[in-house]
């Protein structure tokens, strides 16, 4: 079975619109971590966010912020006020713990493309 | 503050040959994990290296095989090149191997190896 699941192959929004990713996880580990990861065309995976099992608030940096709602394996990363410098693949990750390897398992992705 | 560097950059093998990928962790950094991503797909995770072992394994064969020298950096060897090798190579570097924290993973910008 999938562990992390990106339903969305592409997405496209209009410069400075706000636009939600959706990502998906499957783990019977309660001591987890949660990631998305921004890959432009040159292929570096930049780190944008982070949300653990056990945070009670939902993570938020700068623009992006995770809405994580725990009870449907549901981490969906916000990024709002698009920008051109936007346009990239985006990547879901998680990370188990204490049953886990603490490596992170990557989704599919999904390719963004903001409009101006 | 240099991040995660790595080499070469592009390279071009014909099926048979062997090649080696080398990576500099970013600096303070001692572990470093490697990925294959395939045109289309996330990262996948090849192995793990930590105080000059391999510390944690994917799904791949014994094909791959790995190195980490005293100074952290470490070379991604891959014998006997398939069709199917061909693919973006993420080396990633974090400090230690557990989950403390978000554990960030820093990326470089990847080998992308074309087989022939």
């Known amino acids: 079975a999938q562990k992390i699941t990106q339903t969305q192959p592409g997405m496209f929004v209009q410069e400075k619109e706000a636009v939600t990713l959706d990502c998906t996880y499957d783990?019977?580990?309660?001591?987890?971590?949660l990631f998305w990861y921004k890959q432009p065309s040159s292929g570096e995976m930049i780190f944008l966010i982070y949300?653990?099992?056990?945070?009670?608030q939902n993570a938020t940096e700068g623009r992006y912020s995770l809405n994580f709602q725990k009870a449907r394996k549901s981490a969906n990363l916000v990024i709002s006020a698009s920008q051109l410098g936007d346009s990239a693949m985006y990547f879901c990750?998680?990370?188990?713990?204490?049953?886990?390897?603490?490596?992170?398992?990557f989704g599919r992705g999904t390719s963004l493309i903001v409009h101006p | 503050d240099a991040g995660v560097t790595q080499s070469p950059t592009h390279l071009i093998k014909t099926r048979g040959q062997q090649v080696t990928l080398r990576c500099s962790p970013k600096?303070?950094?001692?572990?470093v994990s490697w990925y294959q991503q395939a045109l289309g797909q996330g990262p996948q995770f090849i192995f793990q290296?930590?105080?000059?072992?391999?510390?944690q394994r994917g799904n791949f064969p014994d094909r791959f095989s790995g190195h980490q020298y005293p100074n952290y950096s470490s070379e991604l060897n891959v014998n006997a090149l398939l069709l199917g090798d061909s693919a973006l190579y993420l080396c990633?570097?974090?400090?230690?191997?557990?989950?403390?924290?978000?554990?960030?993973?820093?990326f470089g910008a990847g080998s992308r190896l074309t087989v022939l």
């Open positions: 990633a570097s974090s400090l230690g191997t557990g989950a403390s924290g978000a554990n960030v993973l820093t």
């Open positions: 783990t019977s580990d309660p001591s987890y971590g």
């Open positions: 949300q653990g099992s056990y945070d009670q």
């Open positions: 990750a998680m990370r188990e713990g204490l049953g886990g390897s603490y490596i992170p398992t």
């Open positions: 600096s303070g950094h001692d572990t």
């Open positions: 290296y930590y105080e000059e072992e391999e510390r």
